[in-house]
């Protein structure tokens, strides 16, 4: 309400919402509650560990100084009074660019219409492919599920993302349901987990 009076009355908005005049005069004017003093008192105190650590203490090690200290705090908690006071974490990983989109390559079609489901197994196979950060780089992984049973049927592993570790996956889900022919004569380079 507060952001709205240069527009709109205040009788008129305390009306729409349901809330006496009185009453929100009452509230604008009443001291803050004895938790949130106690979230400002411990706010001003995360504020200052996190200054003290050249803005690079995130949540974790935050509430580790405040159990130093004495001060046991929930994670909810912590993350809240962190976000009211825009307070972030420095992160030494490296973000990774994963996709370069050719601007002049056609999108592919949507065959499915964006309907995950199917009626029977083996009907709709859906793929994805994500990374997983390892201290020799990347490890890339394409799973392919199979729509019905949400079971993975096919998965491939390989340290870049070329278009064969998608097709490295498919014929483990295809060999494994026994459905595509197709698949089968393909000839296989199929990568494992070590």
Known sequence: MKSNQAKYRISTMCRTLG??????????????????????????????????????????????????????????????????????????????RTTVRDRDARPAPDLVDRKFVAKAPNKLWVADITYVPTYAGFLFLAIVLDAFSRRVVGWATSSNMKTQLVLDALPRGALKSGQSRALENRPRSVGTLK
């Open 19 to 96: 809330v006496s005049t009185s009453g929100y005069y009452a509230w604008l004017l009443r001291a803050p509650s004895a938790r949130r003093q106690r979230d400002i008192a411990l706010g001003d105190r995360v504020e200052a560990i996190h200054r003290r650590s050249r803005n690079t203490y995130g949540r974790p090690r935050i509430k580790a100084e405040l159990k130093d200290d004495g001060i046991l705090i929930s994670n909810d908690r912590l993350a809240r009074l962190m976000r009211e006071r825009q307070l972030q974490g420095a992160s030494r990983r490296k973000g990774i």
